[in-house]
């Protein structure tokens, strides 16, 4: 099975900050990442497919990287709407899905 | 519009059955693949398995397998996950999911997620 990892776990960050959340694959999955926003309370949001393409609708101050088994998720100048965990997903293992276990932005 | 909807709040006592419900709209539902995600309170996202309304072709993840009964009934539009006898372990959120991409298994970027049914197991 592929195993993923996020860090940090949590970060502290404030309005306007540049934010990097780091996923890390145990083996390739190529480009097959996607990463979710999640709020309290509600379903987890696709913002970012196949490592850097940007969901329709999702801000373009969101942006994905990386290949291989390193991947990063990068919010330019953080928003107040920004505070939530974020988790990255491989689906490059056939229908053997792999969540990481999610990074918590909260406010500094 | 695509929506996924979902069956109630479930509180079930240990060694219960139940099945939740999933009913998609908006879309040719035999199309596309559904899965379920498990969130045990306060923790992250689990991978279930998927199924295929089409021809109810099936994965489940080697930690779900034997565990849950992932089913669908594509009269009536609707996926189902199940349990023959519940565990308080059991006790989660669980999301139904859409991939974007009709027919492929392995599409798991998932861009439709019903709005989730939470589980409660306890005596």
């Known amino acids: 099975d592929i195993q993923m990892t996020q860090s940090p776990s949590t970060l502290s960050a404030s309005v306007g900050d540049r934010v990097t959340i780091t996923c890390r694959a145990s083996?390739?999955?190529?480009?097959?990442l996607a990463w979710y926003q999640q709020k309290p309370g509600k379903a987890p949001k696709l913002l970012i497919y196949?490592?850097?393409s940007l969901e329709s609708g999702v801000p373009s101050r969101f942006s994905g990287s990386g290949s291989g088994t390193e991947f990063t998720l990068t919010i330019s100048s953080l928003q107040p709407d920004d505070f939530a965990t974020y988790y990255c997903?491989?689906?490059?293992?056939?229908?053997?899905?792999?969540f990481g276990p999610g990074t918590k932005v909260d406010i500094k | 519009e695509v929506q996924l909807v979902q069956s109630g709040a479930e509180v079930k006592k240990p060694g219960e059955s139940l099945k939740i419900s999933c009913k998609g709209s908006?879309?040719?539902?035999?199309?596309?693949?559904i899965g379920w995600v498990r969130q045990m309170p306060g923790k992250g996202l689990e991978w279930m398995g998927i199924?295929?309304?089409?021809?109810?072709?099936?994965r489940y993840s080697p930690s779900f397998q034997g565990q849950v009964t992932i089913s669908a009934d594509k009269s009536i539009s609707t996926a189902y996950l199940q349990w023959s006898s519940l565990k308080a372990s059991d006790t989660a959120m669980y999301y139904c999911?859409?991939?974007?991409?009709?027919?492929?298994?392995?599409?798991?970027?998932?861009?439709?997620w019903g709005q989730g049914t939470l589980v409660t197991v306890s005596s």
């Open positions: 997903q491989q689906y490059n293992s056939y229908s053997l899905f792999t």
């Open positions: 199924i295929y309304p089409g021809d109810s072709d099936t």
């Open positions: 908006g879309y040719s539902f035999t199309s596309y693949w």
């Open positions: 196949k490592a850097s």
């Open positions: 999911v859409r991939p974007p991409i009709p027919g492929i298994a392995a599409a798991g970027d998932f861009d439709y």
């Open positions: 083996q390739s999955i190529s480009s097959w």
